[in-house]
């Protein structure tokens, strides 16, 4: 059972309950190509709500994240993106998503001048700067499906994105409650509440908004979710 989690982000909390609830069949399905090596990924509608709660759990652990805390994702299209938006959104926090693609090394952590309380990343050098430059909470993530830690050494200061989320509870901790006015999510400079991501489209009606949005979108509606891309 996954509890409501906050007043500003019910849908999120509707969807993910409704797909712990769905069975053992593949609600969310990822395909891509990681390190050269095409990978394909099915993950019911109960493991995917896992997944979140996890992410929640540890945000919640190690910074307290709630309304307000502002989580920059430097990770590509894939499912464990998709994972750490909707666990950040469980929690009421601010995802900036930086979307880059092919994931390479940066000199900075993304998410604008000012530094975010948390960078999640797939690479290492913007993990080891992020610490050095004082980010509250950095997390390297393994960008290989099945992987279940990093690989090739964690920077000192970083957590891992598999092994320390796979070790959170499976079912969603306390989190404190939002406000359906509070950012939800940033994106190129724009900026939606939780009201707004299942009530508005881009400005200038393109009807286009960051696919994370859209992918929690389609769950809230029990439908499933395919992600395709280069991993």
């Known amino acids: ?5 906050s ?3 019910p849908r999120v909390s509707s969807a993910l309950a409704s797909l712990a609830a769905s069975g053992p069949l593949p609600r969310l399905s990822w ?12 993950l019911s509608g109960r493991v995917s709500a896992t997944w979140a709660n996890k992410v929640a759990n540890l945000l919640v652990e190690e910074i307290d994240a709630g309304p307000g805390t502002r989580v920059v994702l430097d990770l590509p299209l894939h499912w464990r993106t998709l994972a750490w938006a909707t666990g950040a959104w469980l929690t009421g926090a ?19 001048s000012e530094l975010p309380d948390v960078l999640v990343t797939a690479s290492a050098s913007a993990a080891k700067d992020a610490v050095r430059d004082g980010v509250e909470l950095v997390v390297l993530v393994p960008m290989a499906s099945f992987a279940l830690r990093v690989v090739g050494g964690l920077p000192a200061g970083a957590l891992d994105g598999a092994a320390d989320v796979a070790a959170q509870p499976d079912d969603l901790g306390p989190v404190r409650t939002t406000e359906a006015a509070r950012t939800a999510l940033e994106l190129d400079g724009r900026t939606w509440t939780f009201a707004d991501l299942f009530g508005r489209e881009e400005p200038g009606g393109t009807g286009e908004t960051w696919w994370g949005a859209v992918a929690v979108r389609e769950w809230s509606s029990d439908a499933d979710v395919v992600l395709e891309g280069a991993g």
């Open 7 to 9: 007043d500003g982000a």
């Open 94 to 112: 601010t995802v900036v998503a930086a979307e880059i693609v092919d994931a390479p090394d940066v000199e900075h952590p993304p998410g604008g």
């Open 1 to 5: 059972m996954i509890p409501s989690p």
């Open 31 to 42: 395909t891509g190509v990681v390190d050269g090596t095409p990978e394909r990924l099915e």
